[in-house]
């Protein structure tokens, strides 16, 4: 029974270079969430997906970042024009619940970005 | 003020020692916490849920007081493979995403 999927696990990229997060959720899971983490920060909350729909973007930048989550295929985030201070780890985490219950999230191995 | 506070640590103890964190959260409206374990630079890892007035599992036992909008974690008998940082999640009825602590880090030593 595998468990939430990221890949890559570590990506490095140059300013201004796009950069692509993907994430399997858990099987039976139609929720997904992506994080951040900072260095030596804890963990922060960017967006909530279901299938074909954002649900709340409210944590991500407003500029240069974007997810999504297609009917078919694993949910993405990408970065676009990265900046130094992207570097991070992205995680994601799958839920099998709705919104309106609460319920526990797993965690996939998150992908750690350097911007150079 | 942050919506979910907790001491950064470290909290070095001797093994089989008895360690307790705190973990206070600023929202009332709070309804579901959870402890997660994250060791250096992996995902954290789902340690308890807890709902209603706490729950134990094993050697781990985490309490909820809502007057205070506290949960605490206590860990007996400690083990070297205890050592990481434990981060304390408030979840509020009716959304979804997760409000993370920035974590307390513990180091059990031999």
């Known amino acids: 029974n595998a468990g939430v999927m990221q890949n890559p696990r570590h990506l490095v990229r140059r300013r201004g270079q796009e950069a692509r997060l993907r994430c399997s959720p858990m099987?039976?899971?139609?929720?997904v969430y992506w994080y951040r983490q900072l260095p030596e920060e804890g963990l922060k909350f960017m967006v909530y997906?279901?299938?074909?729909?954002?649900?709340?973007e409210s944590g991500m930048p407003k500029e240069r970042f974007s997810a999504e989550f297609p009917k078919e295929g694993p949910s993405i985030l990408r970065i676009q024009q990265v900046v130094r201070g992207d570097s991070a780890a992205y995680f994601c985490?799958?839920?099998?619940?709705?919104?309106?219950?609460?319920?526990?999230?797993?965690f996939g191995p998150g992908t750690r970005l350097t911007v150079t | 003020r942050k919506e979910v506070e907790q001491d950064p640590g470290p909290f070095n103890v001797p093994e089989g020692a008895t360690v307790a964190f705190n973990c206070t959260y600023s929202?009332?409206?709070?309804?579901?916490f959870f402890w997660y374990r994250q060791d250096c630079r992996k995902e954290p890892k789902l340690l308890m849920s807890?709902?209603?007035s706490g729950n134990e599992d094993g050697r781990f036992t985490a309490q909820l007081n809502r007057a205070s909008q506290y949960i605490s974690l206590l860990i007996r008998d400690s083990k070297l493979s205890d050592s990481a940082t434990y981060l304390c999640?408030?979840?509020?009825?009716?959304?979804?995403?997760?409000?993370f602590g920035t974590g307390t880090r513990l180091k059990v030593l031999a």
């Open positions: 985490a799958s839920s099998p619940r709705d919104s309106f219950t609460s319920y526990e999230q797993y």
């Open positions: 099987k039976g899971h139609s929720h």
């Open positions: 997906l279901q299938k074909e729909n954002i649900i709340d």
């Open positions: 929202n009332s409206a709070s309804q579901s």
């Open positions: 807890v709902y209603s």
């Open positions: 999640v408030a979840q509020t009825s009716g959304t979804y995403k997760y409000i």
